[in-house]
């Protein structure tokens, strides 16, 4: 077999037909589909016989499929590792039961592997299905807290080519064989939630990595994600620092950095703005920023004192009005660029002055200010 394929099933009826009529119209031959109900209950089991016989009947000579059901809930690592026990292929997927399936994201997660043997893993990008934006592109680290890449973006601005993030989410992943016979099976001491990234540092651990390509997308409702998934997160979140804090580098500053140069910004002549509440990140992003140009970090203006939570940034009640007519181009540093969509009047009363302004926030986004005018924007959720 060249590809494992492994589907953990915790969901609802109306999203699951959905994901397996995506799968039907989407998996490629020579693979083995190996699908956990973990505990989703009998209709969906049934549900999901149902798509292994039509698999069978349609695609006998070219897909297997093994359906196993857990009475109850055990959780996403137990079922993967169910999955992990059976599989035979060359190539092992995780693939959740709430995506749509884009065509060619078997082959083109296959291509990145090939393309970069010493990789080990790869995952795929995912997008809103209400919207089109950038929900999961890869996660990257601040130096207390990791974030999702390039979250709320259009996906023409991610990278052109395949590029190494930290870890990804399992819901749409890749590793090959060798990966896995080394690694062995996921910590089951994680339950529903970080068993992935635990895995990928073990990995890393012995010289893999994990790569994003941008041509490899697929849709997520991110729907029933398993049971106790909050209750547990803590305990997830601490288990996974205390084992592997010190071995994660702040990598979303060197990006902010890099993507400050690909749009040849100058920051020597611009007014600069702080509106980043996140304040070691901040501090961190600003004293690279004065080693690399020569900035002076006293004139910065720090306005992050009065953001306030996750309510939008409304730049008329934060800024002194005679920002709106400053004719130097601005720098804005921002937690996430769309909590500035909501200015819709001052935006458009500082183009008349200045259009060269540039966001950037602490997910790695580099932004033009004013795109932030269009009246639809393809992501708007912060986490």
């Known amino acids: 077999m060249r590809s494992s394929v492994i589907v953990p099933v915790f969901q609802s009826r109306n999203v699951l037909a959905l994901f397996l009529e995506s799968m039907r119209q989407t998996v490629e031959p020579d693979t083995q589909l190996i699908v956990v109900n973990d505990g989703s209950g009998t209709e969906v089991g049934e549900q999901i016989e149902e798509f292994g016989r039509a698999i069978k009947a349609e695609r006998a000579h070219a897909i297997t499929v093994t359906t196993l059901h857990n009475e109850n809930p055990r959780g996403c690592g137990q079922a993967l590792n169910q999955g992990l026990a059976l599989a035979e292929g060359d190539h092992i997927f995780f693939v959740d039961s709430d995506l749509i399936l884009e065509p060619g994201?078997?082959?083109?997660?296959?291509?990145?592997?090939?393309?970069?043997?010493?990789?080990?893993?790869?995952?795929?990008?995912?997008?809103?299905?209400?919207?089109?934006?950038?929900?999961?592109?890869?996660?990257?680290?601040?130096?207390?807290?990791?974030?999702?890449?390039?979250?709320?973006?259009?996906?023409?601005?991610?990278?052109?080519?395949?590029?190494?993030?930290?870890?990804?989410?399992?819901?749409?992943?890749?590793?090959?064989?060798?990966?896995?016979?080394?690694?062995?099976?996921?910590?089951?001491?994680?339950?529903?939630?970080y068993e992935d990234f635990d895995y990928q540092m073990r990995a890393r651990r012995l010289g893999y990595r994990t790569m994003i390509d941008p041509r490899v997308t697929s849709y997520h409702w991110e729907r029933r994600n398993g049971v106790h998934r909050d209750g547990n997160r803590k305990n997830n979140l601490a288990r996974f620092w205390k084992s592997w804090g010190a071995q994660i580098d702040n990598d979303i500053t060197p990006?902010?950095?890099?993507?400050?140069?690909?749009?040849?910004?100058?920051?020597?002549?611009?007014?600069?703005?702080?509106?980043?509440?996140?304040?070691?990140?901040?501090?961190?992003?600003?004293?690279?920023?004065?080693?690399?140009?020569?900035?002076?970090?006293?004139?910065?203006?720090?306005?992050?004192?009065?953001?306030?939570?996750?309510?939008?940034?409304?730049?008329?009640?934060?800024?002194?009005?005679?920002?709106?007519?400053?004719?130097?181009?601005?720098?804005?540093?921002?937690?996430?660029?769309?909590?500035?969509?909501?200015?819709?009047?001052?935006?458009?009363?500082?183009?008349?002055?200045?259009?060269?302004?540039?966001?950037?926030?602490?997910?790695?986004?580099?932004?033009?200010?004013?795109?932030?005018?269009?009246g639809c924007w393809p992501g708007a959720r912060v986490r």
């Not at 004293?287 to 009065?306: C, E, K, Q």
């Not at 939008?312 to 500035?340: A, C, G, K, Y």
Request: aromatic content about 8%; hydrophobic content about 40%; proline content about 5%.
């Open 105 to 193: 994201w078997q082959s083109g997660m296959l291509r990145t592997l090939s393309d970069n043997p010493d990789a080990g893993m790869t995952a795929g990008v995912l997008l809103y299905p209400q919207t089109g934006g950038v929900q999961h592109c890869g996660i990257s680290f601040g130096e207390t807290l990791g974030r999702h890449l390039y979250l709320n973006a259009r996906p023409a601005a991610l990278p052109q080519d395949p590029y190494t993030v930290p870890m990804a989410a399992f819901a749409l992943f890749a590793m090959t064989r060798q990966v896995r016979d080394e690694v062995g099976l996921l910590d089951e001491r994680y339950f529903n939630g």
């Open 255 to 374: 990006r902010l950095l890099a993507g400050l140069a690909d749009r040849t910004v100058d920051v020597r002549d611009r007014l600069l703005l702080d509106l980043a509440e996140t304040r070691t990140d901040a501090d961190d992003f600003w004293r690279a920023l004065a080693d690399a140009s020569g900035i002076d970090r006293h004139d910065i203006l720090d306005y992050s004192t009065r953001v306030d939570g996750g309510s939008p940034i409304l730049l008329p009640q934060m800024l002194p009005r005679e920002l709106l007519t400053e004719p130097r181009p601005m720098l804005i540093l921002v937690e996430n660029f769309v909590r500035l969509l909501d200015n819709g009047m001052w935006l458009t009363q500082r183009l008349e002055t200045q259009s060269a302004d540039v966001v950037v926030d602490l997910y790695g986004n580099v932004q033009s200010l004013a795109d932030l005018t269009a």
